[in-house]
């Protein structure tokens, strides 16, 4: 790609000009566009990650020592953010399809919603009443999405640790609990 600047300094881009700024947008824009879109399929995505990419560069400017790294940089960010986009697709999908099997007619939709809304209402609050270490690693696993191995590294704690942490947290909720965990298991709201 031919840049529409000639000349590129760290320092201009680290002290906040516009010039160096418009530089690098020149120069990595496109490719990191074409990196975001091989990786999420919608074009319009893509071009909302890739644009993000950059306004995030932008907050971190004055933290770059060289352009390679600004280069580095770019591409982390978008493949973070396509990542993070197809994991809450994921999990969107996952959540519709749940709420699809307890749907029969119309106007059990409208019921199954309001149940749904008291039941998330219900599972937020008895998350909230476990002990601290399980409530924790329950909201990584469930909510967050995080695999064991990821929330042993967070915690510093070993995966033996987090499976019993995460058996324990879904014990007490299914004891405490019992009425709204054939939902909770219809609806994939937990798993």
Request: positive net charge; hydrophobic residues 45%; charged residues 25%.
């Amino acid at each position: 790609m031919i840049a529409t600047h000639a000349y590129f300094s760290i320092e201009a881009f680290r002290g906040g000009s516009r010039h160096a700024f418009n530089y690098i947008f020149d120069n990595y824009y496109l490719p990191i566009y074409f990196f975001a879109n091989k990786l999420v399929p919608d074009k319009l995505i893509a071009e909302d990650i890739a644009q993000e990419s950059f306004v995030r560069l932008w907050e971190k400017h004055s933290s770059f020592t060289e352009q390679s790294a600004i280069k580095a940089f770019l591409y982390i960010i978008t493949r973070n953010a396509c990542f993070n986009f197809m994991k809450q697709s994921q999990r969107d999908k996952k959540y519709e399809a749940g709420w699809a099997m307890c749907v029969d007619d119309e106007e059990d939709h409208v019921l199954n919603r309001l149940t749904g809304s008291e039941v998330l209402r219900e599972i937020h609050t008895a998350v909230a009443n476990l002990p601290p270490v399980c409530r924790m690693i329950i909201r990584m696993s469930y909510i967050e999405g995080l695999k064991n191995n990821e929330i042993a590294e967070r915690l510093n704690l070993s995966i033996q640790t987090i499976k019993n942490q995460k058996a324990r947290g879904l014990y007490l909720l299914k004891k405490r609990h019992w009425k709204y965990w054939a939902i909770v298991i219809a609806t994939g709201i937990l798993l």
